[in-house]
Every structure is written in C-alpha cells, then in structure tokens.
C-alpha cells in the first residue's frame, strides 16, 4: 500500500517534471538560429511598454538588421541588483541592458560597463541627444551608456479637491500649494501633498529643491557646505512644518490609500509623478481616464525655482559581452530618431532624440507638453558611483527629521559629513 | 539555506532522540586501525559517501572558507579584479555602524521574545492535543502543521496584508472598526516596534507547529505504564504531568529549545520579506543586513564580515552541546 | 456532578484547541476569499471580502495570461528532481555514516554539523562562481547541484540516526545470500526507513519549490523562472491587485499542501512505527 503510495507520487511528479522539461526546452530553443548574432536584452519595461517593445520595436529592427536577432528578457525590479551583480560576476551578464541612470556610474566604477567613447560614429549620435540625459552616462572621462529614455515628475492635481478649495488653476508657487492643501484637508480631505515615500531621495527632492535646498556642489566633490546650507535646512523645516500640520498625504511614512488611488478618489489634493501615471492609467481598461479628473503643471515655485528630478534609463553594454559590436548597432538604432518615436507614441516615454521629442504626433499626447517643460529646469541626481550608499544616509536622516526623531539642522550636518566621507573613500 | 533550517527544523529528528536512549549500543571497542585497513575501509564506504561529499565541499564548505577569506578583503566581484587585504579594517566598521547595531539587537531580541513563547504554546497544544478524550487528533496536527509547510514568501504576502494600514487592514478592521480597543488604525509596518511586533508573531506563527508536532510524538512515547503506577499511588492530574510527563520530556525539551533558538536567530525571511529592514534599518536582523550589505551596497568584504562573526557566535552557543553530540553522536 | 465537570473541562479544551486551529487557519480562509474579489485594485475592505462570490475568475487570469502554468511547471521539475536527488544522495550518505567505519568518520560529520549551523546566505556568490566555473549558470542542473549538494548535510544528519536504529541481523539474509553492500542499502535501508524518507521528501520538496535566493541568482531566463521568482515579480507589479496576487500564490501553495496531506499519514506513523522495525 504505502509503496504504491510513495512510487504513484514519484511518478506523479516525475512525469510532470518530464512535461515541464518539454515546455521549457522547447522555448529557450531559439537561440541557434542560424549565424545569427543573438543579443540578449535586458529591461525592466512595464506591460504596456514591453508590448511596443516585443511588437513594434523588435520588428523594425530585425528588419533592418536581418543578421541579429533580439532576445528579451523582462527583469523583475525585485532583486534586480541582486541579478546584474550576479550576472557581472558570473560573466552571465547579458549583452545590453535598459538601467536606472542612477546605477550606471556605480557599474561603470566596477568596471562591468564597456566605454562608449571609441565607439564607431559616438560623437554624430551623441549630438543628436538632449545632454542632461547624456551626462548620466559620464564617469571618470568615458561615456558608458546611450540615454534611451527621460522622465521627470509634475504636479498633478485632483481636479474637483483643487476647484472646492477655490484654485481653478494649478498652484503656481508652493506658498499657493501650501494654502490649497491646508484648505483641502480643513475641508476633510485625507492628505494634500502626496510624498509618496521616504525610502528614496526620487520621492521628495522636487519638494526640497524648489525650497530652495541643494546636495552637493556643481562638481559634485562636495556635499558639506551644500546639503546643510541654510536653505536647506530651511527647506527641510518647511517640509517638516507640512508634515506637521497633517499637509502631507499619510501614504509618506507608509499609510494608505496610495497616492494613486488617492488621488482617484479625492482623498488626495495633490501627487507629483511621472509620465507613466497617465500612460499606464490611460490603458488600464476598468478605470477612469485620468485626464478627467486630474489637472496637472510642473511643481510650484519656490526660493529654489519649478526643479523636479530627472529620471529615466540608459542603454549599457557589458564589459562581457563578446558581441559588442551587434549590441552598439542596437543601442544606437535605440537611439535614432524612429525607435524613439515609436517607444515615445506607444508608451507617453519621453525622448532623449532632439528630433524626437519634438515630433508633433508625440507632442499631441496630452499630457506631455508640461513633462517637456519640466525638464527644462528639473535637476539629476548626484552622478557618483558612491551614490546609493549617499542616498541611503540622506534618506535615513530625512526620515528620522519627519518622524520627529532628529533636528533637521543637525540631521543635514550628519548627512552631509557622511556622505563627504563616502565620497572620499 | 532555507533547506538547512528547514531539514534541521524537521520533527522526524526527534525519533532518534528517543532510539538512540532505547537501544543503546554496546560500544565497540576503538581499536588501532593501520594505515592499510583505513585505507580499506574508505575504498568499501567510497561509493557511498563520494557524492554527497563533494557536494558539501563545493557548495557548503568552500563558501564558508571564501566567505572567511573574503571577510579580510575589500572584495571586487568583478572576474579578475583585485581585491586588496584591509585586515580587520571590515570587522572595526561594524562597532561603527548603527545598522549592524540594530541587526544585533534584533536577532536577540527575536530569540527572547519568540523562544519562550514557541515553547510553551507547542507544549500546551501538544498536551491538549494528547489528551485521552480529544479525537481527530491528526486532524489537529495536520492543521497546526499547515503553517511550516507552506511557503515563506506567501506568508509574508499573507501578513502584509492582514497587517495592512488604515482601517482596511484586517488587524486593524477587528482591533479598530470592531472591537474599539485602539484609537486609530495603526500603520503597523511603519513604526519599529509595531513592525517588530508583526516579526515576531510570523515567526510564532509560521513555526510553532513545529514544537507541536515534536511533543506530540513526544508525549505518545511516555509509556503509559508510567502513569498507571503513579495513579495507583493516587497521583492526581496534575500530579501527573509534573511528576512523570515533565522529566519524560527533559531530554526532547533540550533539543526543541536548542533548535527554536537556532531557528530564531537565523531569522532572515521574516524579515526580508515583510519590511526589508525598514523603516530606517530598525527592524534589520544580521542576515537581512548581510544581504544588503552584500546585494544592495555591494560591499561583500563587510557582509562577510558580519557572516563570520555571526557564524562564531554561534559556533561558541552551540559548542557545548556540540561536545554532547560528538559524544553520542545523536541528539 | 463528576460527569459534568468533566463534560465542562473537556469543552474547554476543545474551544482552545479549535480556536487554535482557526487562528492557524483563518488567514489562509480569508486569503482565498480574496481571490474571488474582481478588479480589486487597491486594499479590500473587510466587507467586501466577506462577501466575496466563489469564481475562478483571477485564477484563470493568472493561470493563462501570466503564464503561472509554465512557472508552476518549472518548479515542479525543480523541485521534483532536486527532491528524489536529495533522497538518493541523503540516504546513501547517511547509509555511510550509519553502517561503515572509516578514518575521519567523526571529524567529518561533526564538519557536516558545524556547518548547519552557520548562516549560508552569504554563500550564494561563491556557490554562484562555482556553477559558473562549471558553465551551468541559466540552467537547471545548476540549481539541481546547489540544492541537492547543499541540502546533503541536513538530510544525512537526519537519516543516519534513523538508520542506526535498523537491526544488524536483518542484513544477514542478504549477506548469506551473497548480496553486498548495496543489495543491502536497496532491499532493507530503503524499503524499511518510508517514514523517515517520506517525512524528508516533505522538506526537500517545500523547501525547494520555495527557494528564491538562489534562483533568483542562477536563472536568468524568463521563460525558465520558478514560482517564487514569479510570484515577487507578480507583486511588484500587481502590488495593490491584492486578488490576483493571492491566486498567483495559492497557485504557489497548493501542491506542497496536497503532498503533506498525502505523506502525512506516514509522519504520524514515523513515531509509533519502530515496533513493527523492531520485529
């Protein structure tokens, strides 16, 4: 009895496991495929993405290159890092990857990046591409990335919250925020400013720069001096002083509703966020446009100016990668002004083609023209390799100063003494 | 390493505590073996053994021996990049830093808080279980075992949202909308001590079937002789349970402790899993810290660092008990 | 009157003893409620929940559109076949530390202990570096090899006591026989320690088809992910979709429950089943 049990078991999963070995052979299978020069792409597009990715861009530039093949591989943002290092390590990194702008300066310091400068034709591509973008390929004299792709966050306001507090425009300065919101919350709503976290300086940098708060100097060697100047820490009080009067929106220090849903709802008056709000709203099929209930312009002004936080990825080939060539065929086919186009139409992504940006179908999207503008004046994050382990110490600080736990003057000192100390390890 | 902790944790274990005192073995007698016979002996055990021990030395024992080595390096991942000695200077900047401090302090705390806890509440169902009168006994124990078995990560998913935010969370829904105990919802993954608070009881949770399991069989293993003569002498109920269902389980009780604390001071996906460590690093735990360090920060020399000294510590915990085991070579 | 009392005190019991399971099994209940939700796109009110209608809408959705079939099978190879290697190769390990003597026998299971208790998660980059050495990063012998390699500690420990307790005398037949070594690991290890392997079999199996640390590491092709790497991905993505997230994970669950509850009987026995060893 027993042993029939335990050997129909093994059977059982024996079997299955045979049918799995079927499936998943017969899938990774396309890889020999003649002499065609496979490469393989890694990105972390969202689903709405990867569908002009995998039908439209694929296509077009197999088409045109008929020797190489695509193959590619949507990565989870879970543990990504976790991956690329394990990929550089291993030599199993792939040959090109679509990567945070944040992370190339800290993969070029590895070494896991191949330079770009030598590259066959740089200098002609690198004119047709806006240069905030391009700078965050810079590390240590070399260009070790192409821009694909920009994005920034504006204001974005829930239309009805904002016009019952008697703003039939945006805010234009953040003294005029700052009286919406308070009205908006006296009249019940949950939240005004929706910051949407601290765990990341990209949650509340526009906030502290448009205040009037900085980072680190213009050459980015130094953050004493900056990052606890007396603007910033003005900035920082002005921020706590929201946090609290109960301006900002619970979902800051992990509360609910999301800022989304928030807004949605009405619960919130106010969210900052990228492109992808509209462009991944706009396709969800069992919600409301979003263009109808929101209203949205760049961040209000203040001592610092309108300055939001330019975000967005670059295209990087691996040091690894025995096909560099093929790959910066593609990357700079990325680059050029048709694939931008149709990845700048298909998903509201923002341009990093001059040529591009300006394409009047893609100016039509309705929610773009304020974006455009906001990138005008939006501002990168320090690009250093040491940037993350800066980040971390910035935002433990920040966090403690809004949950009551440090003074903000003292925090920045902190914060600033640490991060001179990262830097000049 | 979830195997390890896993296959450790398993209440199959316990069947040899209770062999090993039944049929003790004679002891054979150590004699002198030659070289020649040693040799003889390994070429009979050769096929048996070669497999699993190269296994183990590859994927077990030479990352321990890297991990120490890597400790003393400011370590590049990079395939031939250099990774130049620092001597202890990975072990000075853990006293440093405020995170390893915290990591410390959890893992202590975890092990305080949850050990005793697990404890008594696996012995007091395992007695209610065991009880005479109760039936559908495995049904019991099938159902307080569900926990172990089912996977870590949907736990966790299973926690975040039963711990959720707002008034739509289900521990807030009952604690605040129903039964009026708190003022407000709590933000229970924000705020350090209430995250702790749901750390510690996914652990109870997720595991305490284990410790059931164990004294159950336990519990099924006092022979009843045992009781027959004490009721005779007119022992009552409570009588009983101290006077022979007590030091009946001594012996098991030693081996659950050891392996509740164990389990608790290698508590890692609880943690990775439902906050990350946040907020602000206060609910890291020494091997969620390694993690990051590793992964997140890329600094491998400091993560092995904290590897090592984490792996001595415990080595020095358990070294008593170690000595216990080369001796009867089961516990 | 000592009827009654009794009668009272057997109700206690019973209300503790239920209310135990319904605090081990509650959340599992209200987890499925919430896969019948539809369009649950942010966090489900308690009453919705409660009055959730039973459909298998998510699970279709789930099942086919993302692909969790392919996930779901994935893992089973991997962890199917990682738990009949960890058996194999737990038992023949343990079968050596149980019934031979050699040199270093004890210094090297006490190296065997030493190491179950250190942390290994350190360990994944170099178990990482030497699958790459081997060219088997991206595969799933690679993953076979750390799981079953790495797992061989735990499950010798366990066995061997197991098998130390199996009569000398019952080897003797084989041996008059003229069978050897191995006749006698095949017809009387094997077939006399069911409880003990069945019982291992649980564990290899859950704790495999749940590893993510080290899949996430090895295996880089999408098509070739297993369940827990999909599920977090899932999450991610679909983070406040809490009806689909959870019919992705009882997906995740279900066959680790249905192998428990088929071995379990075995488990149980394992306790009182020496007797019948003992002959």
Not at chain 1, 13 to 28: N, R
Request: aromatic content about 14%.
């Amino acid at each position: 009895m027993k042993t029939r049990k335990l050997s129909f078991l093994l059977a059982l999963s024996m079997g299955a496991s045979l049918v799995a070995a079927g499936c998943s052979s017969s899938d990774s299978g396309s890889g020999n495929d003649g002499d065609k020069v496979v490469l393989d792409y890694w990105h972390t597009y969202g689903e709405q993405e990867e569908k002009v990715l995998v039908e439209e861009i694929k296509p077009a530039f197999e088409e045109e290159h008929p020797d190489i093949e695509l193959k590619l591989t949507r990565m989870p943002q879970e543990g990504l890092k976790q991956q690329v290092i394990a990929g550089v390590a291993g030599n199993a990194a792939p040959d090109i990857m679509r990567m945070d702008i944040v992370w190339v300066s800290e993969f070029a310091e590895m070494g896991a990046l191949t330079e770009m400068g030598e590259m066959d034709g740089f200098e002609e591509v690198k004119e047709t591409l806006f240069e905030a973008p391009m700078s965050t390929n810079f590390y240590d004299g070399g260009y070790y990335g192409l821009p694909l792709n920009t994005n920034t966050k504006i204001a974005i306001y829930n239309k009805e919250v904002l016009e019952s507090v008697g703003y039939d425009e945006a805010p234009a300065t953040m003294e005029e925020l700052e009286d919406a919101s308070r009205k908006a919350v006296e009249a019940g709503a949950e939240g005004g400013i929706s910051i949407a976290g601290v765990g990341q300086t990209w949650d509340y940098l526009p906030y502290f720069w448009s205040l009037g708060g900085s980072l680190s100097n213009e050459d980015y060697t130094k953050f004493d001096g900056y990052l606890n100047s007396e603007e910033s820490v003005k900035a920082l009080e002005t921020i706590v002083g929201w946090n609290e009067e109960g301006l900002i929106s619970p979902i800051m220090l992990g509360g609910e509703p999301g800022t989304w849903e928030g807004i949605e709802k009405g619960q919130y008056m106010m969210v900052d966020d990228g492109p992808w709000f509209f462009s991944i709203l706009m396709n969800e099929k069992d919600k409301q446009n979003p263009l109808d209930y929101t209203t949205w312009a760049p961040i209000p002004e203040g001592d610092g100016g309108s300055r939001s936080v330019i975000g967005g990825e670059n295209l990087v080939i691996f040091e690894n990668s025995d096909k560099k060539d093929a790959a910066w065929e593609f990357t700079k086919w990325m680059t050029e002004e048709e694939a931008q186009k149709i990845m700048g139409i298909g998903t509201g992504l923002i341009p990093t083609n001059r040529t591009a940006a300006q394409d009047p179908e893609f100016l039509e999207l309705p929610f773009i023209e304020q974006y455009v503008k906001q990138l005008e004046t939006a501002l990168p994050r320090t690009p250093i390799p040491q940037w993350s382990e800066v980040e971390g110490e910035i935002t433990l600080n920040f966090e403690k100063v809004l949950r009551g736990e440090m003074d903000p003057k003292e925090a920045l000192d902190d914060a600033a003494a640490k991060a001179d100390q990262i830097l000049n390890q | 390493m979830l195997q390890h902790n896993e296959q450790l944790n398993d209440p199959g274990v316990h069947e040899k505590v209770k062999k090993g005192k039944r049929n003790k073995k004679p002891k054979e007698k150590k004699e002198r073996t030659s070289f020649k016979k040693g040799l003889q002996q390994w070429r009979e055990v050769f096929p048996f053994l070669i497999v699993g021990l190269l296994g183990t030395a590859c994927f077990v024992i030479y990352p321990l021996f890297k991990g120490i080595v890597m400790s003393f390096q400011e370590y590049s991942i990079m395939p031939g990049a250099d990774s130049p000695w620092v001597g202890i200077e990975n072990y000075a900047r853990a006293f440093q830093d405020p995170t390893f401090g915290y990591a410390v302090r959890n893992t202590f705390l975890n092990t305080v808080v949850t050990v005793p806890i697990n404890w008594f509440l696996g012995i007091f169902f395992a007695v209610l279980i065991n009880m005479q009168f109760i039936k559908y006994k495995i049904t019991f124990r099938t159902l307080y075992y569900l926990p172990i078995i089912t996977s870590w990560i949907v736990v966790a998913f299973l926690f975040r949202y039963l711990f959720a935010a707002g008034d739509g969370g289900f521990i807030n829904y009952i604690l605040y909308t129903q039964l009026g105990l708190i003022d407000e919802p709590i933000s229970w993954l924000q705020n350090q001590w209430t995250a702790m608070f749901v750390i510690w009881t996914f652990h109870i949770w997720k595991t305490v079937g284990w410790t059931v399991v164990i004294y159950l069989a336990a519990l099924q293993g006092v022979p009843k002789s045992l009781y027959e003569a004490a009721r005779i002498d007119g022992a009552n109920a409570l009588n009983l349970f101290r006077h022979v269902t007590i030091p009946m389980l001594a012996p098991i009780t030693i081996f659950v402790v050891i392996n509740l604390v164990m389990g608790a001071f290698n508590i890692f996906p609880q943690v990775y899993f439902i906050t990350g460590g946040g907020p602000m690093h206060q609910t890291e735990v020494l091997q969620s810290m390694i993690f990051n360090e590793a992964f997140t920060n890329m600094n491998f020399g400091y993560s092995s660092a904290v590897g090592v000294m984490m792996g001595l510590t415990i080595f020095i915990l358990t070294w008593t008990q170690q000595k216990k085991i080369g001796k009867q070579k089961f516990y | 009157m000592k009827n009654r009392s009794d009668l009272f005190w057997k109700i206690v019991v019973y209300a503790i003893l239920i209310f135990g399971v319904l605090i081990f099994i509650f959340p599992f209940i209200y987890m499925i409620l919430t896969t019948f939700l539809t369009s649950a796109y942010s966090l489900p009110r308690p009453e919705e929940v409660f009055t959730a209608r039973p459909n298998l809408e998510n699970y279709k959705e789930v099942w086919m559109e993302y692909e969790f079939y392919r996930y779901f099978l994935n893992s089973l190879l991997v962890a199917g076949v990682a738990m009949v290697g960890s058996l194999l190769l737990g038992s023949m390990s343990a079968y050596a530390f149980a019934r031979f003597e050699f040199p270093f026998k004890e210094l090297i299971f006490r190296a065997y202990l030493f190491t179950m208790m250190i942390p290994l998660v350190l360990a994944i980059v170099p178990q990482f570096t030497v699958i790459n050495n081997l060219g088997l990063v991206n595969t799933y012998a690679g993953l076979w090899l750390i799981y079953i390699g790495g797992g061989v500690v735990g499950s010798t420990f366990f066995l061997r006591g197991f098998f130390e307790t199996i009569p000398k005398d019952l080897e003797e037949s084989i041996l008059i026989d003229g069978g050897g070594k191995w006749r006698i690991f095949w017809n009387i290890y094997l077939p006399l320690s069911k409880p003990a392997l069945g019982t291992m079999a649980i564990f290899a199996f859950s704790g495999t088809w749940d590893e993510y640390f080290v899949a996430l590491t090895i295996i880089k092709d999408e098509a070739m992910r297993t369940l827990p790497i999909a599920l977090m991905m899932f999450q991610g993505q679909h983070a406040s979709n809490w009806a689909l997230v959870f019919a992705a994970s009882l997906i995740a669950i279900i066959p680790v429950i249905i192998i428990y509850i088929i071995f379990q009987k075995k488990f149980v026995q394992s306790g009182h089943s020496e007797g019948a060893v003992k002959g």
